[in-house]
């Protein structure tokens, strides 16, 4: 019996659009999430900018429960008219934009230091160890329902990335140049503006998830888990399972690499430049170095392996932060071209990195005969997660040490000190992330293409 409905409409640009759109709300308030917010709870609110970075890891660690449990929670829902996971995302997009919201409550900086810290814990909490693992889990895992096809998962992998560098776009080119004030020839954060930023990031991500919702459509049949769940079973089956090890932890060096550039950027061109005109600039990299690599990067990694591509492109960036390190410059523009050429390397890495876990799912179904897609994305997610966690706390650890606080943020010292971790921390996660692709992760381009023939033969 065919894995694949014959009633529905091909595969086509309406999948790939609405798949994009997924990401894009996603990214609304993720990025939002990764640039802002230690800037918001530090220079707005006056909490220590590691105990920001603290907080972001904490999260991380209560998200091992819930991201596993929305995982299991998919995989046990039933297929409706619109498939098993569409009706999750019309479903929570609401819960999660609000969530956002809150977590950029200016109107509370007078509070007393403790009710803004337990406020930063409860919303932070709330929107991404519950609200946002509840949309993103069941999104992620669809991919792998809208098409059978590797071809275009690669295509979907491809439409995932242009749609989170749409979001990451407005965020980082809109936003600094509307949330900043010029006070005695300093850029400094305004509460108030961030606040209706957030609110604006909040509305775009409900149209968003609503566009992909009706633009998607699910294919292939994915059954309702029923049997009884078995955490010890789980997770025994996970440690023998290299492929997803190796997409976890190249994840969390992605992520190290991705979500600490991100962050920087709110504290080097504002507080080592003094140029957010910069900032605004190198806000638009992202969605123009995604865009251009996106016409070649399918392609070439059809020819040469997902797996094989992706370990070029991260010692390509290693090298350009590399050289931002030693040149050490003063000159904004000059950064932002160099950082325009590290972020090659992660904008084909992001491309293909969706269609990868895919991969590992085919690859699970191969080896165990079973499919278990939420289970096994949910884990990703987890792995993401603590990519997040490890930029945040590594970014707030560092930028304790170097000294940095409301007070001293535009100290000398300082600020080299941001710059240092801005080249350096990328640099150290692109090498990392080739060490692990090249020794860990084990799906090579004739392994990918061997278990697709062995699932196309399966579902005849």
């Given at each position: 019996m065919s894995n694949n409905?014959?009633?529905v409409k091909p595969f086509g640009l309406s999948d790939k659009v609405g798949y994009m759109f997924?990401?894009?709300?996603?990214?609304?308030?993720?990025?939002?999430?990764?640039?802002?917010?230690?800037?918001?709870?530090?220079?707005?609110?006056?909490?220590?900018?590691?105990?920001?970075?603290?907080?972001?890891?904490?999260?991380?660690?209560?998200?091992?429960?819930?991201?596993?449990?929305?995982?299991?929670i998919v995989d046990r829902s039933k297929p409706g008219a619109k498939g098993k996971f569409l009706p999750w995302i019309r479903r929570m997009c609401g819960p999660v934009a609000v969530a956002s919201l809150l977590m950029y409550a200016s109107w509370f900086r007078g509070m007393?230091?403790?009710?803004?810290?337990?406020?930063?814990?409860?919303?932070?909490?709330?929107?991404?160890?519950?609200?946002?693992?509840?949309?993103?889990?069941?999104?992620?895992?669809?991919?792998?329902a809208i098409s059978g096809d590797p071809k275009d998962r690669a295509q979907l992998s491809n439409f995932r990335t242009i749609g989170a560098s749409l979001a990451g776009t407005f965020i980082g080119v809109v936003l600094p140049l509307i949330v900043y004030d010029k006070v005695d020839g300093r850029q400094i954060l305004n509460g108030s503006k961030t606040s209706l930023a957030a609110l604006i990031c909040s509305i775009g991500?409900?149209?968003?998830?609503?566009?992909?919702?009706?633009?998607?459509?699910?294919?292939?049949?994915?059954?309702?888990?029923?049997?009884?769940?078995?955490?010890?079973?789980?997770?025994?089956?996970?440690?023998?399972?290299?492929a997803l090890i190796g997409i976890v932890v190249a994840s969390v060096c992605m992520l190290l690499v991705q979500l600490t550039s991100q962050s920087m950027t709110t504290y080097v061109y504002p507080n080592y430049f003094g140029n957010v005109e910069a900032q605004s600039a190198s806000g638009m990299v992202s969605l123009v170095v995604t865009l251009i690599c996106s016409v070649f990067t399918v392609k070439l990694s059809q020819k040469f392996g997902r797996k094989e591509l992706a370990i070029f492109a991260s010692l390509f960036g290693a090298a350009v932060f590399a050289v931002a390190f030693f040149l050490h410059t003063h000159n904004a523009w000059v950064f932002v071209a160099l950082y325009t050429l590290a972020y090659l390397g992660l904008a084909i890495f992001s491309l293909i990195c969706w269609a990868m876990i895919t991969d590992v799912i085919d690859d699970t179904e191969v080896q165990t005969g079973s499919r278990s897609d939420g289970e096994i994305y949910s884990i990703y997610s987890f792995a993401r997660k603590l990519g997040q966690a490890a930029a945040a706390g590594v970014s707030g650890l560092l930028l304790t040490l170097i000294g940095y606080s409301e007070a001293t943020a535009f100290d000398e010292g300082v600020v080299n000190g941001i710059y240092n971790i801005t080249c350096l921390v990328p640099a150290l996660g692109f090498v990392l992330l080739a060490l692990v692709l090249q020794f860990l992760y084990p799906l090579n381009k004739k392994r990918v293409d061997e278990n697709a023939r062995i699932l196309a033969e399966k579902s005849k």
């Open positions: 409905r014959t009633s997924g990401d894009f709300g996603n990214d609304f308030t993720f990025i939002l999430s990764s640039m802002m917010l230690m800037k918001f709870y530090s220079d707005v609110m006056g909490v220590a900018v590691g105990l920001v970075g603290v907080m972001m890891m904490v999260a991380r660690f209560v998200d091992a429960f819930t991201d596993v449990t929305m995982g299991q007393p230091m403790a009710f803004k810290i337990f406020w930063m814990f409860f919303t932070y909490l709330l929107w991404g160890s519950v609200f946002y693992t509840s949309i993103n889990i069941p999104y992620g895992s669809m991919a792998s991500a409900v149209i968003c998830y609503l566009l992909c919702y009706n633009l998607c459509t699910e294919r292939v049949k994915v059954p309702q888990k029923t049997e009884k769940f078995d955490i010890v079973k789980l997770f025994s089956g996970l440690l023998h399972n290299k």
